[in-house]
C-alpha cells in the first residue's frame, strides 16, 4: 500500500491528536439517552440501587483492564476515570483514548446486566458518549472530582424531592412547579415535613456517588488476614470534597501536595475546572469518516473459534452492525468492511452533536459495540461471548466525494492484499507448515505468486472465492421499487467500488 495512488489519503487528510504531555487525562462517559433506557427497563425513581451497582462494576472492570487509570467517580449515568499524569495509553492519542474507554466501559456494561437485572431482559442497545479532558495538577484533579460530587448533591437532592412529590400524588409540572426556586435548606424541609425522610439518612451511594481506587490492604479476597500489604480495587462513597479522605490516599495521585482550591473563592463554584473542557469540532463542508476497529482481535478470533483465514458468520455479524448503525445515524451515507474493521461515511452536512469530534467518536464506538454483543446470539447461538469485545475509532475529514471514493478504494485494496496474504498463510498452516515456515514462504511474494502459489499448491484459484472476503461489504440505502411510499433500507453487496459502482449509485452523495 506504501506506493498506492491512494496512499496520499492517509498522508494528507489523516490526523492523530496527541494529549499533552504530563497531564492528567480525565475521560468522562455519560449514558445516551438514559433517560428511555431507564424507563424501558423500568429502573426505579429516583435511584436504582441495582443500576447503580452496575455502573460500578463497569468501573472495576475500567479499573482491572487498564492500569494507568488511578482513580474513577460515579453518579446516575456517569463515569469519570483519571489516568496517571505519565500515562503512555496508546502514546496520548486522544481518539484511541475515548473510543476504547467507551467501548470496553459498553461491552461491560452488557455483559454484566444479568448479573444485576437477572428478570429483566435487555429491550436495547445501551450506549454511552464520552469526553477526554487534560488537567494540569493534581489540585485541579481533586477540584474536578469535588465539582462532580457537588453535581450528584445537587441533581439527588432536587430528585429525591421530585420523585416524593410525584409518588404522592402530584404531576410531574406540579413538582416542578414546587421546587422551582427552592435552597438546598428548603429541600431538606420539605422532605422532613411532608414525608418523614431525613436527606442525610439516605444512602450514601445516592447522596455522594461511588469512588473506585486501588486500595492498600492486608488481607486476602476473602478477608482473611495477610502479612504483606497488597492493592485490591475498592468501591466506596466517600466525601471527596474535604481534606480527610485524600489524607489518608495520598498514594492514590502520587505525591501529596497542599490542595488549593483555585476556583474556591466561589463556594461550589468550580467554574474554572469547565474552562480545560476544549471542544473540536470536526471541519464544515467535510464528509466525516468513522474508522471503527475491533482491538486484540486475533486473540479474541482465537477464544471464540473463528474459522481461518475467514469466518463468514463474523463477517454477517459485522454486516449486520453496520446495518444497525446506518438506522441509528441516519447521516451515515455509507459503510464499507472487512475482516474486524468498518468505515462509515457521514453526509458532508452532518450537525450530529454539533461536529463534537469527541462525542461522535464515543457514540459511535459505544454504539457499534452494543450492537455486536447484542447481536452476537443471533449469529453464534452455540457460542458464549467469553471476552468482552471493544473497539477503537479513528476520524478524518475529507472536502470532495471523489477523495472519500479514493479512501474506500484504499480500504478495499486494503482488503484484497490482506485476504491473499492470510489465505496463503493458513492454507500453508492447515497444510502442515509451521506459522513462522509459512511466513518465510510468503515473505516478499507479489500478488501474482500467491495466485500462483494457492492454484500450484492446493488446486485453488483465488478469485473463485467468496466476493466478501475478497472485496468486502459495502453496505448503503437503496430505493425499495415495491413499497407504495418512498422507502430506503439498507442493501450489503461485495463488489468492486470502481468508477462503475459509483457511476450507478451516484445518488449516495446526493441524497439528503
Known sequence: MANSKYEYVKREFEFHRHLPASNWIVVRIDGCHFHRFSELHAFEKPNDDRALRLMNACATSMLEKFPDIVIAYGVSDEYSFVFR????????????????????FTIVYGMKWKDFFPNNDLKEPPYFDGRVVCYPNINTIRDYLAWRQVDCHINNQYNTCFWALVKSGKTEKEAHQALKGTSSKDKNKLL??????????????????????????????????????????????????????WENHQYILGEASDYLCLGGKEKYGYEYVKKFDNIHRLP??????????????????????????????????????????????????????????????????????QRDERLIISSCSSCFTSFYMMKWKEYFPSKELVQPPHFQVEVSCYPEPRIVCDYLSRRQSECHNRNQYTTCFWMLVKSGEGENKAKEILKDTLPKDKNELLF??????????????????????QKVEA?????????????????????KHSYVFDRR
Open 85 to 104: 499524569e505519565k500515562t503512555e495509553f496508546y502514546k496520548r492519542r486522544e481518539s484511541k483514548n475515548i473510543s476504547l474507554c467507551v467501548s470496553y
Open 192 to 245: 422532613l415535613q411532608q414525608f418523614q425522610v431525613n436527606y442525610n439518612d439516605e444512602p450514601a451511594m445516592f447522596r455522594k456517588g461511588s469512588t473506585v481506587y486501588r486500595d492498600k490492604v492486608k488481607t486476602d479476597d476473602c478477608g482473611n488476614p495477610i502479612k504483606r500489604t497488597r492493592e485490591a480495587i475498592t468501591v466506596s462513597n466517600f466525601d471527596l470534597i474535604g481534606p480527610e479522605f
Open 284 to 353: 464544515y463542508s467535510n464528509w466525516t469518516i468513522v474508522r471503527i476497529s475491533a482491538c486484540q482481535f486475533d486473540q479474541f478470533s482465537l477464544i471464540h473459534s473463528f474459522d481461518k483465514p475467514n469466518d463468514e458468520t463474523a463477517l454477517r455479524l459485522m454486516n449486520a452492525c453496520a446495518s444497525l448503525m446506518m438506522e441509528q445515524f441516519p447521516d451515515i451515507i455509507f459503510g464499507y468492511g472487512f475482516d474486524n474493521e468498518y468505515s462509515f461515511v457521514f453526509q458532508e452536512k452532518t450537525e450530529l452533536y
Open 456 to 477: 500450484q499448491r492446493f488446486q485453488m484459484n483465488y478469485n473463485n472465492e467468496p466476493a466478501m472476503f475478497r472485496k468486502g461489504s459495502c453496505a448503503y440505502r
Open 483 to 503: 413499497s407504495e411510499d418512498e422507502r430506503w433500507d439498507v442493501a450489503v453487496a461485495h463488489v468492486d467500488m470502481g468508477p462503475h459502482f459509483w457511476a
